[in-house]
């Protein structure tokens, strides 16, 4: 049974960081990508940030976290990281990890095989 599961959301003020987790109880070994995702009231679910499983280990960040965000895994735990500095009152959501299986790089929308049930982050300005 393929889990994910985040954890790390928290409320925090303007400017504060955040450090997101997600343990993939997962064989990841024909797995592709990783990925993180955002959704709030105002705006359909996006991509944040992606991190190539396969040689490499390309990633890939959306240009309104770039210089703010990191993307990291460890391999021997089997867990997705996301390091959110210099947050923003904009950046609140729910935030979601994702793995895929197959498809380019970096994945689209519909190559995201499974994903976590999400943890909320809040930043007040």
């Known amino acids: 049974q393929v889990q994910l599961v985040e954890s790390g959301g928290g409320s925090v003020l303007s400017g504060g960081s955040l450090r997101l987790s997600c343990v993939l109880y997962?064989?990841?070994?024909?797995?592709?990508?990783l990925g993180w995702f955002r959704q709030n009231l105002w705006k359909d679910r996006e991509g944040v940030a992606a991190?190539?499983?396969?040689?490499?280990?390309?990633?890939n960040v959306a240009d309104s976290v770039k210089g703010r965000f990191t993307i990291s895994r460890d391999k021997t735990k089997n867990t997705l990281y996301l390091q959110m500095d210099a947050l923003k009152p904009e950046d609140s959501g729910t935030y979601y990890c994702?793995?895929?299986?197959?498809?380019?790089?970096?994945?689209?929308?519909?190559?995201?095989?499974?994903w976590g049930q999400g943890t909320q982050v809040t930043v007040s300005a």
């Open positions: 994702a793995i895929a299986f197959s498809g380019p790089w970096p994945p689209t929308m519909n190559d995201w095989s499974y």
């Open positions: 997962v064989d990841m070994r024909s797995s592709t990508a």
């Open positions: 991190i190539s499983t396969t040689d490499g280990g390309d990633t």
